[in-house]
């Protein structure tokens, strides 16, 4: 199943003001584009409500990407537009934006680890000859011993005295301070966000934004130095801005170097959190929509990813890592969202996207393959065309709690029209990116 759906509320009972929260997970290129098909088959369904006008957005890495501009008011469809620089609201994401070179931390550690050897090599030098002076019948002995046992034990006993008596004669570093802390930096994004928001008036700031739009944003990302989530919003810790809360949710370990702001250094929000359910609500949130594009894929007779390989260890490095860390994303999901339908204070229900198990056509999608985000959202709006068809009557029963009616025919109609289109990517993104007006708009 691709919708979970967990109702811990009365349905007999009717709220008259309930509190809407859309939880955005990780994903990347390939799964943020993913979401936003979704996102955008989402606003096809909803008749008298669209996916800007929900009262929360929670955002975490590639989420955090979507839930400010959505937070912000800016529809999914001008999001895709910005993909291909078709949009007149948002500027195009460039792949420079995506995949800037960390070149001034590697010029920098370079430069150091120059300097720090040209001053250190004296004292290297200086610290060595001390240590045979002092140490050489010990060493010939052990020298002896590895040329009559020429093992890796033996040269560790002659190798490792020697370098810890140097190393601690000279104080030198740790090799490590001279490895840069990502291949790529991602203050592109920061500056992307900050320049959109401008570009439409919309405040960086996540209190003005509350008091400008009645919407809360919320963008989790994990303090490097404590290894705490920390999660950035109007009621939360605001002390830098919606622009830089997002640089600091999809810093992503290795492939980013850590996001630092005033001082303190970020990682992804994944790291901590695959989708903070929880949070949402614990502020409030009665119904939570939650979106995670990343599962495992079930790997089967019926199933495979490939035909002529019969398990996905065949298939190399990659997928091997693709498909431990969309396991260790989902089990720590799947554990949030049990501990919430156990929760006795949770009042509410949540509906969980995600796509199939055995969706071999998205699994085989590089994360971070920037030059596929048309198929990944067209593939992400059919995926959830198919999953609120299935589950179109208990969708109904959870929406229709919370005043939000649904058009089924018209979510029909736009994926007919998308099947026909399918070879024709131009024609494709055409169809995606028509904008979706509800019939009614149900302010709130």
Known sequence: MGIQIVRNADLSLCRTKPKVALVLASGAVSGGAFKIGGLIALNRYLKNRKVTDFDMYVGISAGSLLAGPLAAGIPPEEMLKSLYGRSRRISRLRVRDFYHPNLSETVSK????????????????????????????????????????????????????????????????????????????????????????????????????????????????????????????????????????????????????????RGEDFLDGAVR????????????????????????????????????????????????????????????????????????????????????????????????????RAESAQHGFATAKKLFEENHRELTAVFERYGIRLDLRTLRMSGEKLSEARLNEQETLNLLEQPSIPRRLHMR
């Open 110 to 261: 370079l430069w150091s680890f120059g300097r720090d050897a040209v001053g250190f090599y004296p004292a290297i030098t200086s610290g060595l000859a001390d240590y045979l002076k002092h140490n050489y019948k010990e060493i010939w002995a052990r020298i002896g011993d590895y040329a009559r046992h020429p093992d890796l034990e033996n040269l560790e006993r002659i190798l490792r005295p020697m370098i810890r008596s140097v190393g601690q004669k000279t104080n030198l570093p740790n090799a490590g301070t001279y490895i840069p802390g990502g291949l790529f930096d991602n203050q592109p994004l920061e500056r992307y966000i900050r320049e959109n928001l401008e570009r439409n008036r919309l405040p960086n700031n996540f209190r003005l934004l509350r008091h400008f739009r009645r919407r809360d944003l919320y963008i989790s990302a994990t303090s490097l130095d404590t290894a705490d989530e920390v999660v950035f919003g109007p009621d939360a810790r605001c002390d830098i801005t919606i622009a830089e809360a997002v640089m600091a949710s999809s810093a992503v370990p290795l492939f980013y170097r850590p996001a630092r702001i």
């Open 273 to 372: 959190t695959t989708a903070n359910v929880t949070f949402a609500a614990a502020k409030g949130a009665d119904l939570i929509i939650c979106y995670n594009p990343f599962r495992p894929f079930r790997h089967s007779e019926m199933h495979k990813l490939l035909p002529q390989f019969h398990n996905l260890g065949d298939l190399g490095v990659f997928t091997i890592l693709s498909q431990a860390i969309r396991t260790m994303l989902h089990s720590r999901l799947m554990l949030s969202i049990e501990s919430l339908a156990r929760d006795p204070d949770f009042k509410g229900d949540l509906i969980l996207i995600e796509p199939l198990e055995e969706d071999a056509e998205f699994f085989s999608i590089n994360p971070l393959a920037f030059w596929r």
